[in-house]
């Protein structure tokens, strides 16, 4: 009987439905969009975190015997798993192959401007510095790139969008309940007539209460199913250039047991979401 | 079975809407409520079913002791006693049937036994054939049998019929009385709040008279002051 007059309160004004559903909808989508993002640049992150890598590029002038005995110095340490020496002519061949359909960037470079490089792989990430260190100190070497400022870049990207994402989501939340109230509280008061004749029948308070409570926790579960199946889906059709995108990192495709882990917390998310703004309404409305 | 003891009700404006009633109701009696508009029948019904509390007094319900009674238990009260209001109170955007259910389904019954029920019931009343019409669809007479049934449907010990025949042309208003009569017969007490004199001369019931809310008769009372005199 509950579910039978939540479903007529529902039914019967199907605009509020809409607007509820609808705000519920942004701010689990909203949810779900942060959560995937912030959830694939941590796993960049590690990923990143995980190649203790730098590459040093040498001088334009830079000798032969000079980049083999820094590579012999290097070797020495024991702190170096994997070296590998890029030459001129292997830069612009990996140049050419990265932007082959770009035939105006191919003309514009040649072997002179790419400088030569050493790509080495720490075996332990706390080995960098000590390995930085002696590239620094290198004459021939022009520029190192530090796999470690990347990852603090990323750092920081990454909490500026949680708090962003956290922050958005607090305020759609909190519009969410606004909303919700209102709309409940409009109903409760269009109903006047008939709540006040149910409870002179004998109808107790939370037979009256039960249909606007449970109307609200429907409204949040039809807005979060909406909002994640959505974000769901942006992911799935996106994968192909995503992946692409961020090719070597394993990201996609996203596990599905994720993907219903966190459809089942926004589902409970919404559910005390919705219980708490009706509850809301039926205290303020139903004296 | 109602008991009002030296019941007075003063509303927030300084006006007594009853001073000092005592009244008592056996249980199967039917009683009429007699007074003119304001005279404070309708505060007695509502006293009654605890919807407003009196300034001074006790109200006893069967055993219930009205005044006294917690929230949570005026549902149960409601239940014991059906109204017939005075406005009708019938959900315009519900057909008969399902505003006759109503009780039923807050009183927790099944689908199916409610179902039975309401059919008996509109059968008793007389508008079966009406069970899926809207309110809008019924004439006066109609709605008033609807009331009733909605009032009738949980099988109250008390019905209170706030003027049922208000509205309504002496003919229709002769078988509402006639059917509130039947219900009496088979055990329910019932009192009923009119100021249609024909049909308090017509029925000779216990009446109970009311003037801008003192107790101006009361049938009973006379008649065991004559038995007394008598003796």
Known sequence: MTFKTTWRNIRRSPYQAFAAILIM?????????????????????????????????????????DIKSLEKNLKTTGKVAVIKFVSKQEALSIYRQQNKNDPLLLDLVTEDILPASLEISAIKIEDLPSIHGILKSSPIVSQII????????????????????????????????????????????????????????????????????????????????????????????????????????????????????????????????????????VLRYLK | MIKLENVSKKFGTGVFALSDISIAVDKGEFVFLVGATGAGKTTIFRLLTREMLPT????????????????????????????????????????????????????????????????????????????????????????????????????PEIILADEPT?????????????????????????????HNTEIIKNLPKRVIGLDKGRLVRDDKNNKKDKEEGKK
Do not use: C
Request: aromatic share 10%; proline share 3%; charged share 15%.
């Open chain 1, 25 to 65: 909808m942004l701010t689990f989508l909203v949810a779900s969009f942060f959560t995937f993002l912030l959830v694939g640049s941590s796993k960049v992150i590690s990923y990143f975190e995980s190649k203790p890598t730098l590459t040093a590029f040498f001088q334009n002038d830079a000798k032969q015997e």
């Open chain 2, 166 to 194: 208000g509205n309504l042309d002496v003919a229709t208003a002769f078988e509402i009385v006639k059917l509130l009569s039947d219900i009496n017969a088979k055990g329910t007490t019932i009192i009923m709040a009119t």
């Open chain 2, 56 to 155: 001074d007094g006790t109200i006893m319900v069967g055993n219930w002791d009205v005044v006294k009674l917690p929230h949570s238990k005026i549902p149960h009260l409601r239940k014991k006693v059906g109204v017939v209001f005075q406005d009708l109170k019938i959900l315009m955007d519900r057909t008969i049937f399902e505003n006759v259910v109503l009780p039923l389904e807050v009183a927790g019954f099944k689908s199916q036994d409610a179902r039975k029920k309401v059919e008996e019931v509109l059968e008793k009343v007389g508008i079966v054939n009406h069970r899926d019409k809207f309110p809008i669809q019924l004439s006066g007479g109609e709605l008033q049998r609807a009331a009733i049934a909605r009032a009738l449907v949980l099988t």
């Open chain 1, 146 to 281: 530090y796999q470690k400022e990347v990852v603090s870049t990323l750092i920081s990207w990454t909490n500026a969008l949680r708090r962003i994402g956290i922050g958005l989501i607090i305020v759609l939340g909190v519009v969410s309940v606004f909303i919700i109230v209102t709309i409940i509280g409009i109903k409760i008061s269009q109903k006047k007539n008939d709540i006040e004749i149910m409870r002179l029948i004998g109808a107790s308070g939370w037979y009256i209460r039960w249909p606007f409570i449970i109307e609200g926790i429907f409204y949040g579960i039809v807005g979060t199913i909406l909002g994640f199946g959505i974000a769901t889906g942006s992911i799935w059709y996106l994968t192909p250039f995503l992946s692409s995108f961020l090719k070597g990192i394993p990201i996609f495709p996203v596990s599905p047991i994720f993907l219903l882990a966190l459809l089942g917390v926004e589902l409970f998310i919404a559910i005390v979401l919705g219980a708490f703004s009706s509850f809301l309404a």
